[in-house]
Nanobody, 125 residues
Framework: QVQLVESGGGLVQPGGSLRLSCAAS????????VGWFRQAPGKEREGVSC????????NIADSVKGRFTTSRDTAKNTVYLQMNSLKAEDTAIYYC??????????????????WGQGTQVTVSS
């Protein structure tokens, strides 16, 4: 069974950090681009980051650039989203998704072929 599972979310104070994990099972994640998206209450899904297949170049959305980074651990078949200096507006459900055939470009959700179920991140005092 193919699975893509996000974990690492939770409640943190403003200025804190979290590391989200996107763990794949049933297939090898390494050959594919992996994006992170988020969706806050009442808002559309927003692209956050992407790490490409091949040489692994990354794209980071302007809204989180300088605070968030993405990386992969091939041995663990996992992609990470490191989130630092968190703000209340970062509160959302965070999803990872796989693009079977493309390198990272923009943050169009329609480009991604398979999605996880999401993990909740809440930034609050």
């Amino acid at each position: 069974q193919v699975q893509l599972v996000e974990s690492g979310g939770g409640l943190v104070q403003p200025g804190g950090s979290l590391r989200l994990s996107c763990a794949a099972s049933g297939f090898t994640l390494y050959p594919y681009s992996v994006g992170w998206f988020r969706q806050a209450p009442g808002k559309e899904r927003e692209g956050v980051s992407c790490i490409s297949r091949g040489d692994g170049d990354t794209n980071i959305a302007d809204s989180v650039k300088g605070r968030f980074t993405t990386s992969r651990d091939t041995a663990k078949n996992t992609v990470y989203l490191q989130m630092n200096s968190l703000k209340a507006e970062d509160t959302a459900i965070y999803y990872c998704a796989v693009d079977w055939t493309h390198y990272c470009s923009g943050f169009a959700a329609s480009a991604y072929d398979y999605w996880g179920q999401g993990t909740q991140v809440t930034v609050s005092s």
